[in-house]
């Protein structure tokens, strides 16, 4: 069974500073997802990764990908409130589906 | 361009009964997955629609049946519904196969089962 590992399960601090969200796996997938989850809402997509080493920033944020693509991570500089939410990552597996991590619940404090 | 839509927001049942979730699709999706999400956890896929069939499903018993309709809207039904289905039931539609394709969700459905 693929499991994917995120942590940690729960952050809060204080805007401006830095946080790393991490996302891992025993499992190889051909592509990594990270998606932002707000109350009431779907997820949405924020980024997709699909080659071992691949780095992409979104703004302040910035996802890598890991050199075996079995681990990922999603840093964020100088946090702001409304970076609030549920952070999820999810890998594409060979059979083309979605393996979700469990999420990070991001709380950015005034 | 409309997006994804879903009903009914909310739903309460009790143990033993069925259910049936609808999902309008994104204008130009051909495809539609659904996902169970429970509190605190994030989603596991229930199954996939492509072209009205069937196209791979997750680690979920037969009571958990799907549809998709020539308009590529579906449905979702869960028949003799236990207190672990309460969940958000979220689908997603997407112009192909997951990992080709962005997947863009619903607000979801939020199912307690009482």
């Known amino acids: 069974t693929q499991l994917l590992e995120q942590s940690p399960q729960f952050l809060s601090i204080q805007e401006g500073e830095n946080l790393t969200v991490y996302c891992n796996s025993s499992s190889v997938f051909s592509s990594l997802q990270w998606y932002r989850q707000e109350p009431g809402e779907g997820p949405v997509l924020l980024v997709t990764v699909v080659t071992g080493g691949e780095v992409k920033k979104l703004k302040r944020l910035t996802f890598q990908f890991g050199d075996a693509r079995k681990d990922s991570s999603l840093h964020i500089t100088a946090a702001q409130t409304g970076d609030t939410g549920l952070y999820l990552c999810?890998?594409?597996?060979?059979?083309?589906?979605?393996?979700w991590g469990a999420g990070t619940k991001l709380i950015i404090k005034p | 361009e409309t997006g994804v839509t879903q009903s009914p927001t909310h739903l309460i049942k009790t143990r033993g009964q069925q259910v049936t979730l609808r999902c309008s699709s994104q204008s130009g999706h051909n495809t539609v997955s659904w996902y169970q999400q429970a509190l605190g956890q994030g989603p596991q896929f229930i199954f996939q629609y492509y072209r009205e069939e069937e196209n791979g499903r997750g680690n979920f018993p037969p009571r958990f049946s799907g549809l998709q309709f020539p308009n590529y809207s579906s449905e979702l039904n869960v028949n003799a519904l236990e207190l672990d289905d309460s969940a958000l039931y979220l689908c997603?539609?997407?112009?192909?196969?997951?990992?080709?394709?962005?997947?863009?969700f619903g607000p979801g459905t939020r199912l307690l089962v009482l």
């Open positions: 997603a539609s997407s112009l192909g196969r997951t990992g080709g394709s962005t997947q863009y």
């Open positions: 999810a890998g594409v597996n060979s059979n083309y589906q979605l393996i």
